[in-house]
């Protein structure tokens, strides 16, 4: 355990470095390496940085500068000491997430919105408030789905197992034996051709032998309801033993059966330091009443206005 609760520490600490503080990968990784405990990074100087030097007496860390050592100094606040470096790994996860949406949403340009005439006609969309909103919605929601995906990579990783660069998702070693992981959402995420590929690189692992498997990170093998395990079924062989669903997932990566309601309180956590007590929903409101007034001022109130424009 020792070995992979170093390696997650250098993980999180290159992962906070890098999407966090806005470090280059190199350095990240060169800095986070320095570290065998949490304690020491935050108590750490980073000045020393700047003139820290390897044994071979060359640069530890080339172009580190004042500029690095502030924006450390700013996001190490954030670290918790009294949490693992599991549970600080996976708020730092969902800040980064989080704060990439929000800003996301307070820099959309009117130009970019581009409303669809002949889906505001079919919508009965009347109102420019209504548009906006109906159109930033859509958006935000398309961003955050798509984007949560590699999110939810990153927390599995971070409960104790080890992100993969490429092929499988997560690799989790147990009793010495190699278990390789694809992680989805939820038991609904993928359709048959997915099941089938999938299903054909376990086999080539297991033929290998090692052990390969669809983690679904929330859900229930016994839900009638969900089109994946359904899918699963008919087109993935054996495929109860090579599934891991929900709580299953989350047990398998942390050894502990009641890991996923860690995971959602970091992420609880992560939140308020973000948005303090206001939710997304604000956000998106307060995107909408921007671009509104600028809808506005550009085709004023009537939306046939704004459809002669783009014809």
Known sequence: ANSQDNETLI????????????????????????????????????????????????????????DHVSKIAKKIKLINRILSVSRNFQQSIGRKFLSKIILNLRNIELDQLRPNPFLIKLMNLNKVDDIIQFIIFQRADRSIVTSFGTCLEFLVSASGAEKLARGFDVLKIKDNEK????????????????????????????????????????????DPKAISLNLMKAYLPEWERKTLVGKELWEFVSDDETYHEIVLKSLEEAAKQILENRSILDEIESAAEKLILEFQSKFGENIEDYIKTIF
């Open 11 to 66: 993980e999180f600490l290159e992962y906070f470095l890098r999407e966090e503080c806005g470090l280059g990968k190199v350095t990240s990784r060169k800095i986070a390496a320095q570290f065998n405990d949490l304690e020491s990074f935050i108590n750490f100087n980073f000045q020393a940085f700047k003139s820290l030097r390897g044994a071979d007496e060359k640069k530890l860390v080339w172009g580190f500068n004042d």
């Open 179 to 222: 278990h390789y992981i694809q992680v989805k959402s939820g038991t609904s995420d993928m359709d048959k051709d997915q099941i089938e590929s999938w299903g054909e690189n376990i086999e080539q692992i297991e033929n290998e032998g090692h052990h390969g498997y669809i983690g679904m990170c929330y859900g229930r093998r016994d």
